[in-house]
């Protein structure tokens, strides 16, 4: 039951952790500076792909298994530098998980209807529309890098808590 948690926990915390890594340090980044040249791709990547639901389903489940390993293993987690490790990687994991779900995903949410609304308009969008727009856009580039740093932190936990 151990291994099938860990293989899960490890799967899904991979998956999650480079999907927020390369987002974060990488494709806002690009986006920001091609600027107008980004909105197609970052449109289709926003609305036309299932990032965010798998991003979402992948940091639930890695945060669940590692929960219930915890669990079933409490009596077993290493003393000294190696507990704190973990327990450091655990905490940063979870408040990973709670600002992606409180944070990022109604933020990417808001976007996705804000921009529904901005194409329906069927020319250049009105001016509050843009304004929106950019203080959505803004918000998610200083949510990604922060959920970026705790997965960073988590999975330096986990892997010296090993």
Known sequence: MISLLRLVHIGAGVL???GA???AWFLLPAARAAGDGARPLM??????????????WASTVNVLAGVAMWVLLIGAV?????????SAGALAGILALGLAHGRQAPTV??????GSEMAAVGGPPPADQIVRMAALQTKMASIA????WLLAIAVAGMALGN
């Open 16 to 18: 999650w952790a480079g």
């Open 21 to 23: 890594f390369v987002v």
């Open 43 to 56: 449109s289709s990547f926003i609305n036309k792909t299932k990032f965010l639901e798998t991003m979402l």
């Open 78 to 86: 290493p003393s000294g530098w190696r507990g704190l490790a973990l």
């Open 109 to 114: 949410r808001a976007i996705r209807r804000l």
């Open 145 to 148: 890098p922060q959920l970026a």
